[in-house]
């Protein structure tokens, strides 16, 4: 009963009478299975490094190449940790990454705050498509391959639209408005600065040596989403959100201390072990492409519980502002042709709007990478 009380207040028709899940959330079977819980956390699990010391490690690399000193040991002992992890994985967590807890802690809380908000004044900022992504709050409303109702609620926005959201939501209260605004800028700003980092090191771990690291930057603004799994009374039945893969260049996940996020690996479904002061880090199609297929865009999904809410912040780095996306020609040779057609991200995009709007103006999740390989695989 008290799953169900507390989802009704946050997903749309469930019932407070009722301990069970609506027919519009109950998914098939065969897309929910094989039923792994959100705690079941095994013996194998996705790759910890530690990125404690990398800046300097960076900088003194860059300043005396080849030289292997215990700065340069650092630096490579990273980078081919993290390589090993995106071919064998496509996912990897990080800690001493930069970003301080204090921090973490403040947009977690912020996040906590608007979903506990009321129904009405959270579609003040109803989700709509603008330009190259989708903006405001909504639910995920169905999955294209289920047709089904996900058991979550979520806030897409990006660093362009925190002003006027926070005057949507707090028009009468300046105060409000200035600490949501400052909070989530922060918050930016500082992955902003972790996703140049990371952008670093993949280049490197790729073997590409570039004369301008900023052309690999991921380009601005960069999308976040604010997610919230409520407690589920039946769990096993639904989805916080589909399995799928991400289309951008990577994501950087922060999903606080309760589990819910799982990766495929070798067509076994491994439960993600959440660290408060950790980021978990996936490749996104677009990094697929331009490592020629090397680094694998990784199938994860998100499930539920019975007694614990989930929140998460999901920062989708976009790929580099390219007016094509093609694998870099120092990685192509004899032994290595070009898998993936050249094109844009708004052709991309295109694509995946046009397969997964659903008729009803919202949009919905499937496995992106079956555009990538049925579009755009050469």
Same mark, same amino acid.
């Given at each position: 009963?008290?799953?169900?009380?507390?989802?009704?207040?946050?997903?749309?028709?469930?019932?407070?009478?009722?301990?069970?899940?609506?027919?519009?959330?109950?998914?098939?079977? !065969?897309?929910?299975?094989?039923?792994?819980?959100?705690?079941?956390?095994?013996?194998?699990?996705? /790759?910890?490094?530690?990125?404690?010391?990398?800046?300097?490690?960076?900088?003194?690399?860059?300043?005396?190449?080849?030289?292997?000193?215990?700065?340069?040991?650092?630096?490579?002992?990273?980078?081919?940790?993290?390589?090993?992890?995106?071919?064998?994985?496509?996912?990897?967590?990080?800690?001493?990454?930069?970003?301080?807890?204090?921090?973490?802690?403040?947009?977690?809380?912020?996040?906590?705050?608007?979903?506990?908000?009321? $129904?009405?004044?959270?579609?003040?900022?109803?989700?709509?498509?603008?330009?190259?992504?989708?903006? =405001?709050? =909504?639910?995920?409303?169905?999955?294209?391959?289920?047709?089904?109702? $996900?058991?979550? !609620?979520?806030?897409?926005?990006?660093?362009?639209?925190?002003?006027?959201? &926070?005057?949507?939501?707090?028009?009468?209260?300046?105060?409000?408005?200035?600490?949501?605004?400052?909070?989530? !800028?922060?918050?930016?700003?500082?992955?902003?600065?972790?996703?140049?980092?990371?952008?670093?090191?993949?280049?490197?771990?790729?073997?590409?040596?570039? =004369?301008?690291?900023?052309?690999?930057?991921?380009?601005?603004?960069?999308?976040?989403?604010?997610?919230?799994? /409520?407690?589920?009374? !039946?769990?096993?039945?639904?989805?916080?959100?589909?399995?799928?893969?991400?289309?951008?260049?990577?994501?950087?996940?922060?999903?606080?201390?309760?589990? =819910?996020?799982?990766?495929?690996?070798?067509?076994?479904?491994?439960?993600?072990? /959440?660290?408060?002061?950790?980021?978990?880090?996936?490749?996104?199609?677009?990094?697929?492409?331009?490592?020629?297929?090397?680094?694998?865009? &990784?199938?994860?999904?998100?499930?539920?519980?019975?007694?614990?809410?989930?929140?998460?912040?999901?920062?989708?780095?976009?790929?580099?502002?390219?007016? $094509?996306?093609?694998?870099?020609?120092?990685?192509?040779?004899?032994?290595?042709?070009?898998?993936?057609?050249?094109?844009?991200?708004?052709?991309?995009?295109?694509?995946?709007?046009?397969?997964?709007?659903?008729?009803?103006?919202?949009?919905?999740?499937?496995?992106?990478?079956?555009?990538?390989?049925?579009?755009?695989?050469?």
């Amino acid at each position: 009963m008290a799953a169900a009380a507390a989802a009704s207040n946050v997903l749309q028709e469930v019932s407070v009478e009722e301990n069970c899940i609506p027919e519009c959330y109950v998914w098939p079977d !065969e897309l929910v299975s094989p039923v792994v819980a959100h705690d079941a956390f095994g013996e194998e699990e996705i /790759p910890v490094i530690d990125l404690g010391g990398i800046e300097e490690a960076l900088d003194h690399h860059h300043e005396r190449e080849g030289d292997r000193d215990q700065y340069s040991s650092q630096y490579l002992s990273v980078v081919s940790l993290l390589s090993a992890a995106c071919e064998n994985w496509g996912f990897f967590q990080v800690v001493n990454h930069g970003v301080s807890v204090e921090l973490l802690q403040r947009v977690q809380a912020m996040s906590e705050r608007f979903c506990a908000l009321p $129904l009405l004044e959270k579609r003040k900022l109803e989700v709509h498509l603008a330009g190259d992504r989708l903006l =405001g709050y =909504g639910f995920i409303t169905k999955h294209a391959q289920a047709s089904k109702r $996900l058991w979550s !609620e979520g806030l897409y926005l990006d660093i362009s639209c925190v002003s006027s959201f &926070a005057k949507t939501l707090s028009p009468h209260d300046p105060q409000k408005q200035h600490e949501f605004c400052e909070t989530l !800028e922060e918050y930016f700003r500082a992955l902003q600065k972790l996703a140049r980092k990371i952008t670093h090191l993949l280049i490197n771990s790729l073997g590409l040596k570039p =004369g301008n690291y900023d052309t690999y930057a991921p380009k601005d603004p960069a999308l976040l989403r604010m997610n919230h799994y /409520p407690p589920c009374p !039946e769990p096993s039945k639904t989805q916080g959100l589909g399995a799928h893969v991400d289309p951008n260049y990577f994501t950087i996940l922060h999903q606080g201390h309760v589990g =819910g996020l799982q990766v495929l690996k070798d067509d076994v479904w491994v439960a993600v072990r /959440p660290h408060p002061e950790a980021f978990a880090i996936n490749v996104g199609d677009m990094l697929q492409v331009i490592s020629n297929g090397r680094y694998k865009s &990784a199938k994860h999904r998100a499930v539920v519980n019975k007694k614990q809410d989930r929140y998460s912040l999901a920062y989708f780095a976009q790929p580099p502002n390219w007016d $094509l996306i093609v694998t870099p020609q120092e990685l192509l040779d004899s032994k290595h042709p070009p898998l993936y057609k050249p094109f844009s991200w708004k052709e991309y995009l295109e694509t995946v709007f046009s397969r997964n709007n659903n008729g009803t103006g919202s949009y919905s999740y499937e496995n992106l990478r079956s555009v990538l390989t049925l579009v755009y695989h050469m």
